[in-house]
């Protein structure tokens, strides 16, 4: 049974804040999601599934969000792989509606972290009591850490150069002085990126991605119920997920999860790689943007450095992604999921403005949790207005 | 007091359960083991109860030549945990063991810019707290 076309993306909302000392993750999630129904022209009394990842919420995750917001869905996922978990839930979603389970789910995400001073990268990273964190805590490891390994690699193998990293932050920031709510709009070059401090050996400041609060929510429905509402259907043609780690100390470090979720994708949508015109690439830093296109097979391994460079990855580019200034400028609440699903969304439906993407049919998302040099997993979607 | 407080082991330790009891005994007694497969033939790195490629529980435990390469690293300028941010910048790496292996350590004993990936190392034992042994990795002599 193939997924393609069966459910949409009827509405989606992005949290304005990027700093609410004053609003608790709940009301955040809360005022998403009124923000979602009212872009699909629905009301919470149509919502009967609901995807959120639990993380951050009480023993009973989801649940206690559902009573805050006194919901009794027919389905729920709290499916928590990381930053990628919305791009998952969104693909969840799509095949219980395909399945009948239900008929209009929510994906929803909110978090406080900048307003909590929450270390989303350079904190200790896991801590977790899990068989393999007894075998890394000990040493130090950070989120950062664990990508710049992975940079720290492929520059040894292929040359790739601290410069070719440095552009994709370049690019999202230019993308984040379109974008009004983005965090830091004011212009950066490649030079100002490699005079920013290094915060784990290649990577610099401005190679991480920022952290603020922030929160937003997706309304998904049947490609039927989506024909008489508000928006434009934006229909989930392909999906795919997998996760990837170190394989009981066997792996190649730079196969990442997307060259699996990637090909499942494809597959699934029966698209090619140059059907897409836009893509949504998790930037938590921009080695995981770089890695990811590779894996994705949007060039061959090894030949990303030279990929990016150049302002390919420019709105006006050859191969825009990112639109909204990415993790890098525009947000970073902790798990960035849900704002890759948005930004496609709202670029297929030609609704972005200055940065609007030329004649936008197909975009890609690329969801990655956890981190590429440990463990991680990764979600790919691809969507269309057509 | 201060000198008291300075002694005191602040990063994490890892938990010790009966899984990884062995591993962690042969590192007080100075010596590093991966695992085999005693029906299969598969290697493993960490240390846990049935192979992974077939289920197999019958392990065979190998001891390490305590050699390998560097296969990728990363020193790390920023970090707020408790005992990592006292002794910034250090050294993460993922060593490549002779026995085929990849695992996750520091490399002590050389400077971030002396580090190059498939540099030859050697294993140092660090006695971390009574109970603990570490196994970390220095440029090979
Ligand atoms: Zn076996």
Redesign the interface.
């Known amino acids: 049974m193939s997924l393609s076309r069966k459910a949409c993306v009827a509405g989606a909302y992005e949290h304005p804040t990027r700093f609410a000392p004053d609003k608790s993750m709940f009301q955040i999630m809360a005022e998403s999601i009124r923000g979602a129904l009212d872009d699909a022209g629905l009301t919470i009394k149509d919502v009967d599934g609901l995807c959120t990842t639990g993380i951050g919420m009480g023993g009973m995750g989801i649940v206690g969000f559902c009573d805050y917001l006194n919901l009794t869905p027919n389905f729920v996922d709290s499916t928590a792989i990381g930053g990628s978990s919305f791009v998952a839930h969104t693909a969840h979603a799509a095949a219980a509606i395909a399945a009948g389970l239900c008929e209009v789910c929510v994906v929803v995400y909110g978090s406080t972290a900048a307003s909590s001073r929450f270390?989303i990268g350079?904190?200790?990273a896991g801590?977790g009591?899990d068989?393999?964190d007894?075998?890394?805590?000990?040493?130090?490891?950070?989120t950062?850490?664990a990508y710049?390994?992975?940079a720290?690699?492929h520059m040894?193998d292929y040359g790739t150069t601290p410069e070719q990293l440095a552009e994709i932050a370049v690019a999202m920031r230019l993308h984040a002085s379109m974008n009004p709510v983005a965090k830091y709009r004011d212009p950066i070059t490649v030079e100002d990126v490699l005079a920013s401090?290094?915060?784990?050996?290649?990577?610099h400041l401005l190679d991480c991605c920022i952290i603020s609060d922030g929160g937003g929510a997706l309304v998904i429905t049947s490609a039927e119920r989506a024909r008489d509402l508000k928006k434009k259907p934006v229909y989930i043609l392909g999906t795919g997920e997998t996760v990837r780690h170190?394989a009981?100390?066997?792996?190649d470090?730079l196969e990442i999860a997307a060259a699996q979720s990637g090909r499942l994708a494809f597959e699934r949508a029966g698209v090619k790689h140059s059907d897409i015109d836009m893509a949504m690439i998790y930037d938590s830093f921009t080695i995981t943007v770089h890695t990811t296109l590779e894996n994705l097979g949007f060039c061959k391994r090894g030949e990303g450095g030279a990929f990016v460079s150049g302002g390919r990855l420019r709105f006006d580019g050859d191969f825009p992604i990112n639109t909204d200034g990415g993790g890098l400028s525009s947000n970073h609440p902790g798990m960035r999921g849900i704002f890759l699903v948005i930004e496609a969304t709202r670029q297929l439906r030609g609704e972005c403005g200055p940065r609007q993407v030329v004649d936008c049919k197909t975009a890609l998302v690329h969801g990655t949790g956890g981190a590429l040099?440990?463990r991680h997993s990764g979600a790919t979607l691809i969507l269309s207005n057509q | 007091m201060a000198d008291q407080k300075e002694k005191k082991y602040a990063k994490p330790l890892p938990h010790v359960d009966e899984e990884t009891r062995p591993w962690w005994e042969a590192l007080q007694r100075h010596e590093l083991y991966v695992q085999k497969c005693r029906d299969c033939g598969d290697v493993r790195y960490h240390p846990r109860a049935q192979c992974t490629s077939c289920l197999s529980p019958r392990t065979e435990w190998v001891r390490c030549s305590g050699r390998g390469k560097v296969y990728t690293f990363t020193a790390t300028y920023q970090n707020q945990a408790p005992g990592f941010r006292e002794s910034l910048p250090y050294i993460m790496a993922w060593v490549e063991l002779d026995e085929g292996l990849k695992m996750l350590t520091n490399l002590v004993e050389c400077r971030p810019e002396e580090v190059k990936i498939g540099m030859p190392v050697e294993v140092v034992y660090e006695d971390v707290t009574p109970e603990v042994t570490l196994a970390k990795f220095r440029p090979a002599r």
């Open positions: 270390a350079t904190g200790g801590g009591g068989p393999c007894q075998f890394e805590i000990p040493y130090g490891p950070t950062v850490g710049a390994m992975i720290q690699r040894h401090r290094v915060i784990s050996s290649p990577l170190a009981r100390g066997q792996r470090f040099g440990t």
